[in-house]
Nanobody, 127 residues
Framework: QVQLVESGGGLVQPGDSLRLSCAASGRTLSSYLMGWFRQAPGREREFVAAVTSGGVARTYYTDPVKGRFTITRDNAKGTVYLQMNSLKAEATAVYYC???????????????????WGQGTQVTVSS
């Protein structure tokens, strides 16, 4: 069992930056592929970014955030981060951290591939 707790959300203006954190407990984080998803009101949960669990971590991003968002992991601290720069209003959503068992990245962008989820943290981008 893995417990995930997100933090770092808040209200920011367009163009600002935020760093989300996801603290994991229960089992070693190094065994899981980690992802960030988001869900805006009235919309389905969508993939944002993922990072593999291998020695050389590979990262994946949805096209709208490429070049502005960065996902990283610190296995020693059991924490995954999502650095979000140049935020836009359309980034407003609840952001969820998720953990996927296994070492392969197959299905990294599908919410149904993930085994554990956090409760989410609200990000609001508004002027």
């Amino acid at each position: 069992q893995v417990q995930l707790v997100e933090s770092g959300g808040g209200l920011v203006q367009p163009g600002d930056s935020l760093r989300l954190s996801c603290a994991a407990s229960g089992r070693t984080l190094s065994s899981y592929l980690m992802g960030w998803f988001r869900q805006a009101p009235g919309r389905e949960r969508e993939f944002v970014a993922a990072v593999t669990s291998g020695g050389v971590a590979r990262t994946y991003y949805t096209d709208p955030v490429k070049g502005r968002f960065t996902i990283t992991r610190d296995n020693a601290k059991g924490t995954v981060y999502l650095q979000m720069n140049s935020l836009k209003a359309e980034a407003t959503a609840v952001y969820y951290c998720a953990a996927k068992m296994g070492l392969n990245a197959f299905g990294y962008s599908s919410a149904s591939s993930y085994n554990y989820w956090g409760q989410g943290t609200q990000v609001t981008v508004s002027s």
